[in-house]
């Protein structure tokens, strides 16, 4: 019997709720009331049961008519959402926007961004992967995800476009208790070397063989970055962190940035990335020109320093060396 239910017999029905009589659901659709009784008579007989109480003067919703409006609300709702997603797909919006971020990446521009696009694109299903080291380029390996936001660190897979984004500046630091902090002058790289440095190590297999960035003989690695710099505030040891994940510490107090000797450039380019056969919908593109837009904002915030839309060169300040230590120090980056 449910074979000849209809959307429309859900309607005639919420309309009838919503409006307290036959006769006004039927001057609310548009329509003869006849033709209002007749769709609910044919709801009635596809469900097997009567949904109003006719008892009366004007007919009443009964216990089995009010529960079966709330799942009328429901279905007329998603088949509503259905219809949009469908008319979407058909705009070249994604059915389901899959995107991979490297942890670097500022938290604050990205849900900014995301909130705005929840807004442009309210039935848009998103799925958002926050990855360390490698797993952002995995994400988009296995097909997990169709867009990336992460530092290629010359692990890029084949047949992929990129485009700068942002250079995330980095700083090294340590808690205010360190030993490192109590160092008026310029830190050499032998008291760096004997000092725990705090190291982030792949999940993945696609950084195998590279490190980069590593000074220190005694390293604690750890998978992501938030832990770390748990660690790092708790004095473990040192590393150099990215700036706007460490700034308030630092004007709080509770870090110290170092004077270090060696001044090496500590840049992490963010670049836009997908499969050159899987470029990103309408919504995806919408989402990155979204991100461009905050990035400025939050740079007039104080959240980035000016120099962060420049972009840096993947070769000079990424950090990474295919031949130092890649014994010891597989898979590991001080990023």
Known sequence: MLDSLTLDQ?????????NGSFSAAARSLGRVQSAISQSVQSLESALGTTLFDRSGRVPKLNDAGRVILADARRLLGEASTLKARAEAIA???????????????????LTASLKDLAETFPNLPVTLFTEGLGGAEQRLRDGTARLGLYVPHGIIGENRETEFLVTIPTVPVASVDHPLAA?????????????????????????????????????????????????????????HMPWHMVRQDIAGGRLKQLNLRE????????????????????????????IRQQLPECVGRGGLPATALVMAPISQTDGFDRNFSTSRMASATEQ
Do not use: K, M, Y
């Not at 859900?10 to 919503?18: D, G, M, P, T, W």
């Not at 001044?263 to 979204?290: C, N, Q, S, Y």
């Open 10 to 18: 859900l309607r005639v029905l919420v309309a009838v709720s919503e």
């Open 91 to 109: 705009n070249d919006i994604e059915a389901e926007l899959t995107l991979a971020v490297d942890a670097i990446f500022p938290i604050g521009v």
């Open 183 to 239: 160092i008026d002058g310029p830190i050499d790289r032998e008291t760096l070397e004997q000092s725990v440095q705090l190291v982030l190590t792949d999940r993945t297999p696609v950084s195998e063989g590279l490190s980069g960035g590593i000074i220190s003989h005694r390293t604690w690695r750890f998978a992501d970055l938030t832990t770390r710099l748990d660690f790092l505030l708790a004095g473990f040891g040192w590393c």
């Open 263 to 290: 001044r090496t450039r500590h840049e992490f380019p963010i670049h836009v990335i997908h499969e050159r056969g899987r470029p990103p919908g309408r919504a995806g593109r919408w989402l990155i020109d979204r």
